[in-house]
């Protein structure tokens, strides 16, 4: 729902953030011919190296090779090829029980992407600088884990658990909010299958909210009867689908209904001619924009509080933007 900005120079300076332990752990494998496993309950064994994940993951370690640093920092347009690359010529990369999958696995999320000192998710989402769900807007990133650690979401758009090499890959991992990254929405469906599309390729003119007014109390407009309507006049189907967000945003139609209420007080005009004479104070448009409509005002700025591609869209609908 709310794109992100594409930052190439983010993606290169995640790289070499995590280039390091890559190489590290990609050469540990190489070495040992495969990844050791110690079950508690059985002896260990090891899980073999084939020839031909032998030979991808020495092409990673080559000094004249780019392969490596190609693949974490692959373009969002790309990612789908790729993926669909791995479906078509290398089953084995994808497929959870065979040994190239589990080496992979162990390789980018055991032992990169899981690895809290070396991969900080709190500074990687500080890079973005992003505090909403680009899929929702309707929540802040942030949760709390059950040690009541304040942590950031994260999702990989093409699933981990599906696409272990993706697993640090940048533009495949998204900031999102926990209902959006579980709980009932994406969970672990693979985008290909379901029509989602990457934020970092979403346009903002994809959705576009409206409402429908049919009764607003005259006596006591916020508190009595209300009848107002929020919808989605523009919108891509299978996020609405996935995400819930057509019976979710249906609950918010008490923010349209402030909305609307500015608009019939004539609030937006008052208040801009009030704030461009106030003295002591100089505001710019954006700026008296943002206190007329009690959220951000500029399509650029959605992603910094919850709701405000409603508030934009229903604003310039009544006229108060």
């Known amino acids: 729902m709310v794109p992100i900005k594409i930052k190439i120079q983010f993606a290169e300076v995640h790289f070499l953030t995590i280039e390091t332990l890559l190489r590290h752990h990609i050469q540990r494998v190489i070495d040992d011919g495969g990844v050791w496993k110690r079950p508690r309950t059985s002896p260990h ?3 073999g190296l084939s ?7 020495n092409s990673f370690l080559s000094p004249a090779s780019t392969i490596l640093r190609d693949l974490i920092c692959i373009s969002p347009s790309d990612l789908t090829q790729y993926v669909e690359n791995l479906n078509n010529f290398h089953p084995t990369y994808i497929t959870k029980t065979d ?9 980018f999320i055991d032992s990169v992407y899981d690895d809290s000192t070396t991969f900080s998710k709190s500074d990687f989402i500080n890079k973005i600088d992003i505090n909403t769900c680009p899929y929702c807007n309707r929540n802040y990133i942030y949760s709390v884990n059950k040690r009541k650690v304040v942590k950031p979401e994260i999702d990989h758009f093409f699933p981990k658990t599906i696409y272990p090499i993706l697993a640090v890959s940048y533009f495949n991992l998204i900031p999102s909010c926990e209902p959006c990254n579980g709980l009932g929405a994406k969970k672990q469906n693979d985008p290909r299958d379901v029509g989602l599309i990457n934020p970092y390729l979403l346009k903002a ?3 576009r909210f409206s409402l429908k007014i049919k009764n607003v109390s005259i006596i006591n407009p916020l508190c009595g009867k209300t009848d ?5 006049k523009g919108k891509i189907q299978s996020h ?5 967000l057509e019976d979710l945003y249906s609950l918010h139609h008490d923010h349209a209904i402030e909305l609307v209420i500015k608009k019939r007080l004539k609030y937006s005009k008052n208040q801009r001619a009030y704030l461009n004479s106030y003295n002591g104070l100089k505001f710019n448009k954006a700026e008296i924009d943002r206190m007329i409509l009690g959220n951000y005002s500029l ?6 509080r919850p709701l405000s591609k409603l508030y934009q869209d229903i604003g310039k ?3 108060l933007l």
């Open 228 to 232: 107002i309507e929020v919808f989605f």
């Open 205 to 207: 003119s994809q959705f």
């Open 240 to 244: 609405c689908d996935i995400f819930n």
């Open 299 to 304: 399509e650029s700025e959605q992603h910094k």
């Open 45 to 47: 064994y090891k899980i």
């Open 51 to 57: 020839q031909k994940l032998l030979a991808l993951l």
């Open 99 to 107: 040994n190239d999958y589990k080496i992979l696995y162990n390789i």
């Open 317 to 319: 609908e009544l006229g």
